[in-house]
Structure formats: C-alpha cells, structure tokens
C-alpha cells in the first residue's frame, strides 16, 4: 500500500512539474511572439482575436488565429489578411480581414478594401503592402482567451506560480521528512553503538571478575600449601629434638644410648660414659680417658 501511494504521488510530482514548466514556456512563448507584428516563428506569426468582425464565417473573439507572411502582391481578393490599422479609432491595432477589392490609396500606393464579415461594411483606410503582416492560415479556437489570461497577473499567479509553489512546498516536505530519517538512523545508530559498548564494558568487567576469582582461588590454594609446609616443618622439629639422650636395653645386658639418632652399646661391667654435647667421650674406671664411642 505504502509503495503504490508513493508510485502516485511521484505522477503527481511528475505532472505538476510537466504543467508548471509548459505553462512557462506557453508564457515566454506569447508574451515575446504572440500579438507581435515584428517577431514570427518559421514565418508564422500568431494573434489573439479580440472581436467577432470576422465571427460570422471564419472566426471568434477569443480563437487564436495563425498568419504566414506572404508577398502583398500575392494577395488576391476573398483573401483574409493580418495587418496594421490605420483607421482613426483603432490606429496601430491588429486587425484581420477579409479582402473586398484591390485599390490604391490617395498618392497611388496599391493596397486592398478590406472588411468584417459579420456587419460586411468596409474598412475606413486604404490597407497599403507596408502595413500587411501576413496572410490568415487556420484558427485555434479558444486559445487565445487561455493566452491571454496567461498573460495577466492572475493567470500567471494561478498557471506558474503556484504550481511551482506546490513543488516547493513538496520538496520542502520531502526534505524535512529525509531530514528527520536521517537523524532517526543517526540515533539509532548512536544508541547501537551505546549498547554494544555497554555490552563490551559488561564483557570485560566479567572477564576481570573471573580472573579476580582465579586468582583469589590461586592464592588460596598457596596459602593452604604454605600453611601444610609450615605445619610438616614444625612435626618434623618436634620429633627428632637436639641434644636429647636416652637409653634402651639391649640383648646380652647392654644398654643402647642415642644421641641425635647415634646408637651407643656398651656392657654392664664398664663404667658408663657421660656423653657431652659436642660429642667428646669422659674418663673410665682406671682413670684413662676414653673417646666417644660409635
């Protein structure tokens, strides 16, 4: 639904636009050719019928008319003709009849009788060639009357303006809406970016939290080592204690002294022997020393 209202409303554009720029160029086109005696286009000039002298056979106030320039000597009678009035009421106006009769004027110039069709009276003036424009080809019937309200404020208001108007406002509308996507794209991009890097602070606090527990584990674990060794250490000291001597009996009535893990033997008629500290044997019965026995 969403692809066929826009498909319409790009026709919509693409009308608008076709229509606003032929408007303009219909515009140019009459303000600089028609109605102008000095300004054809491929030798045809265009004129807007502002009466109906002529309504009666050929054509009506409003039609727009067509005239090629042809040689005035040409001209025959029955002919309709474009040319420059020299009548006293509309002096220098366009004027398009239909020829009576071919004449001449006062000083013997040739020109043409002319007259409208629809009161079939003459033309007051002599219609010399120097005011002939052309000879009447065919009638666009009511043009004009769209010419020449294009050539007016209100029709250039109605026909030109506002349809670019209505562009501007389009496009202005368009703009703003790309506008207001691309800033909705910007932050949603913005808040990706946000979440993925709260994702990557949220990873890496984990992945410090599990090498703190690791670690904290590791250093346990040699705290309890320490604690092991420390404990075997002190049971090893207290089993075999320096300086300490004591005595077993022994088979055949010897005694076996240690010292420091040393066995000493000896027999019950010898004197026993005081065993110092630093290992020296003391003196026997007849009063010899003796040395430390092995």
Same mark, same amino acid.
Request: aromatic share 8%.
């Given at each position: 639904?969403?692809? #066929? ?229 002190? #049971? ?17 009535? #010897? ?27 003391? #003196? ?11």
């Amino acid at each position: 639904m969403k692809k #066929a209202l826009n498909i319409i409303k790009n026709i919509l554009i693409l009308l608008i636009v076709i229509f606003a720029v032929l408007m303009m160029i219909f515009t140019i086109i009459s303000v600089n050719f028609f109605d102008r005696a000095d300004r054809s286009i491929f030798g045809y000039k265009a004129f807007i019928v502002l009466s109906d002298s002529m309504s009666a056979t050929d054509f009506s106030s409003g039609d727009l008319i067509l005239v090629r320039e042809v040689d005035p000597s040409s001209l025959q009678e029955g002919d309709i003709i474009s040319f420059q009035s020299t009548n006293t009421e509309n002096y220098g106006e366009i004027v398009t009849h239909k020829i009576r009769e071919l004449t001449t004027d006062a000083e013997g110039n040739p020109g043409f009788i002319t007259y409208g069709t629809t009161t079939g009276e003459n033309d007051e003036s002599v219609v010399t060639y120097e005011f002939v424009l052309g000879q009447y080809q065919t009638t666009l019937p009511g043009l004009g009357q769209f010419f020449s309200f294009l050539k007016t404020t209100p029709g250039y208001i109605v026909c030109i303006f506002l349809p670019f108007l209505l562009l501007i406002i389009i496009q202005g509308v368009n703009s703003i809406r790309l506008f207001r996507r691309y800033k909705k794209e910007q932050l949603e991009e913005m808040e990706a970016e946000r979440l993925a890097h709260q994702e990557n602070i949220k990873k890496e606090r984990e992945q410090l939290q599990a090498e703190r527990l690791e670690s904290q584990k590791l250093m346990e674990e040699l705290i309890k080592l320490k604690r092991e060794i420390a404990t075997n250490g002190e #049971a090893q000291d207290s089993s075999s204690g320096t300086g300490v001597i004591s005595s077993s009996p022994a088979v055949g009535g #010897a005694s076996v002294v240690t010292e420091n893990g040393v066995a000493v033997s000896g027999r019950p008629d010898e004197a026993s022997s005081v065993i110092s500290e630093d290992g020296e044997g003391g #003196a026997d019965a007849d009063g010899k020393e003796a040395g430390p026995r092995v």
